[in-house]
């Protein structure tokens, strides 16, 4: 139940705050006074579109916040499921906050949610009724989900089933239809993919070996200076044929050294220094030999390297920029291969999946079909019954189902409502001859209905006396405050008759504050009361007529409260 709704700086409202109550709530004023400003406050509340036009003039923000109290258990299990701590006294306050820069926040209990999930928790705690909804009755389809509603758990269940069964189909023939593709085209990607892998695996690739390829091609072609200069260095080094070698030279300087010795012994270090070269000297000679020595510069090999490294060239152009490329491609492609290779066995089982997917949904969907019929009996009934309190006497009300064989969301069934009005005349759809007085109460019956089923503990009722007047009001009225015997209803009204009816009336009226106009929000009862009613019946407050009047009205709508 909504307690209450504060507002601030929205729109024509610098600042206001209702305290409501159990029952039925009513708000009435003037045309102009700014009475649709309260259910665009609540619809923001539900999550509906933010716009910085709700900005007062003057002001940087806008706030609408309502505080809640619930019973049903569904709030609490929502508040867990998306992590929000629910108050142990089984109260919430939603809160809306729309800034100049653009932006806006949507908070439960002072915490900052997103949109969605505020959008969540408010569609369980307020159902607002007004133009939009009532033109959506209309829709075939929004006709089938109030059937859906009353037909209660068990067709709820039902209903739910299906539409896991029709998401399931959908997925599998996703996966079908990915699969499937065209054979002809799959066919060619096997081979493509076979050719590739054959030309890969057959040059036997390795990491690294281009590198040694390369290497290997600039040794090659120049065997000939890698002869001639270990020879020479050989030979100016160790074996010396037209001159000293230097380790000719070497071994002449130590023995000369060791003639000093006796003189000055510090040439020992010298000397034993100069001996590690000699041995250094020794072994560069020694793999000088065995480099000339096992030299196999075989121009086989040089045409064998460059033919290999043309393939690699080639393989690169193809599949890769190098050959760690190539091998990742080579296991990509084999990857692909073995899922087109095992696509047909996936089709199979796909195929089975879809079939036995297909028998559940159509079982399930006929156990839908056949809820739905029960419960559409029962709805004519009740609408018939409904209605015929709302001043229409001879009204015929039928919701007819159609079945066909296309799976959808919903199961097999189509509905439309379908009314006659008048006496001797045959129903017909009522999207095409509804008045919309007719259409307004067709509504109000089905909300009436549906409280019953629905958790939703605050109903909004916009403009409920749309299309009508007179005796037909009170009618409304009195539908009104039987709703409102198991739900909390704020019905904004310009009808007096419907008003005369109300717990709580608060007036909503423009005033002038500094040169401003505001709208200002007030409760009302007693003497108040009888006066706004005199208004709403077209007379002057001080009109005796129209004041007896308004007091009838209340008395009358008393009488018939007493009774219900």
Request: aromatic share 6%; net charge negative.
């Amino acid at each position: 139940m909504l307690e209450q709704l504060r507002i601030e700086n929205f729109a024509l409202v610098e600042r206001a705050c209702l305290d409501f109550h159990p029952g039925l709530n009513i708000m009435t004023g003037e045309t102009g006074a700014g009475k649709s400003l309260i259910v665009d406050a609540l619809g923001l509340l539900l999550g509906e579109r933010a716009s910085g036009q709700y900005i007062r003039t003057g002001s940087d923000r806008a706030v609408v916040e309502g505080y809640f109290t619930y019973e049903h258990e569904e709030v609490a299990h929502l508040l867990e499921e998306l992590g929000l701590e629910a108050s142990p006294d089984n109260s919430m306050m939603l809160s809306r906050e729309i800034v100049k820069n653009g932006k806006n926040y949507c908070r439960i209990n002072g915490k900052i949610v997103p949109l969605n999930m505020f959008q969540m928790v408010g569609s369980l705690l307020v159902d607002i009724h007004g133009q939009n909804e009532q033109l959506s009755l209309l829709l075939p389809e929004k006709q089938l989900h109030m059937l859906d509603l009353r037909g209660g758990a068990q067709l709820s269940g039902v209903s739910e089933r299906v539409k896991n069964l029709y998401n399931q189909l959908q997925k599998v023939q996703a996966e079908l239809n990915a699969l499937h593709g065209d054979p002809a085209e799959r066919e060619k990607m096997i081979s493509y993919y076979q050719f590739q892998l054959t030309e890969i695996e057959q040059a036997q690739l390795r990491d690294g070996e281009e590198e040694e390829l390369l290497q290997r091609k600039k040794i090659l072609q120049n065997s000939e200076k890698l002869l001639t200069g270990t020879s020479q260095a050989y030979e100016l080094l160790f074996k010396g044929m037209s001159q000293v070698s230097a380790y000719d030279q070497l071994s002449q300087g130590i023995a000369m050294l060791e003639q000093l010795v006796p003189i000055d012994d510090r040439f020992k270090d010298i000397i034993s220094l100069s001996q590690s070269c000699l041995y250094q000297l020794e072994e560069v000679a020694r793999q000088l030999q065995d480099y000339l020595a096992n030299a196999d510069f075989d121009s086989n090999e040089l045409e064998e390297v460059v033919e290999r490294l043309e393939l690699l060239g080639r393989l690169k152009r193809k599949y890769g920029a190098t050959i760690e490329d190539i091998l990742n491609y080579q296991a990509d492609i084999r990857q692909s291969l073995a899922e087109l290779e095992q696509q047909e066995g996936k089709i199979a089982l796909l195929s089975q999946q879809k079939v036995h997917l297909e028998e559940e949904y159509y079982q399930a969907a006929h156990e839908l079909s056949g809820l739905r019929r029960k419960a559409a009996a029962i709805l004519e009934k009740e609408i018939q019954d409904s209605l015929r309190q709302l001043d229409m006497p001879a009204v015929e009300f039928e919701c007819r189902i159609t079945s066909n064989s296309k799976i959808t969301l919903s199961g097999l069934d189509e509905l439309e409502f379908y009314i006659s009005p008048n006496l001797g005349e045959p129903p017909k759809p009522l999207a095409k001859i509804a008045s919309g007085g007719e259409t307004a109460r067709v509504m109000l019956a089905l909300k009436a209905i549906l409280a019953q089923v629905d958790s939703v503990e605050t109903m909004v009722f916009d403009e409920a006396d749309s299309g009508i007047g007179g005796l037909t009001a009170l009618k409304v009225g009195q539908k009104l405050v039987q709703i409102a015997q198991s739900r909390q209803v704020l019905c904004i009204t310009h009808s007096p008759q419907i008003a005369s009816f109300g717990d709580s009336h608060f007036l909503l009226y423009k005033d002038s504050d500094f040169g401003r106009t505001v709208t200002n929000i007030k409760r009302i009862e007693g003497r108040e009361k009888v006066e706004e009613l005199a208004r709403m019946l077209g007379g002057r407050s001080d009109v005796s007529t129209a004041f007896k009047h308004a007091e009838r009205l209340i008395e009358e709508a008393a009488q018939v409260t007493r009774l219900l």
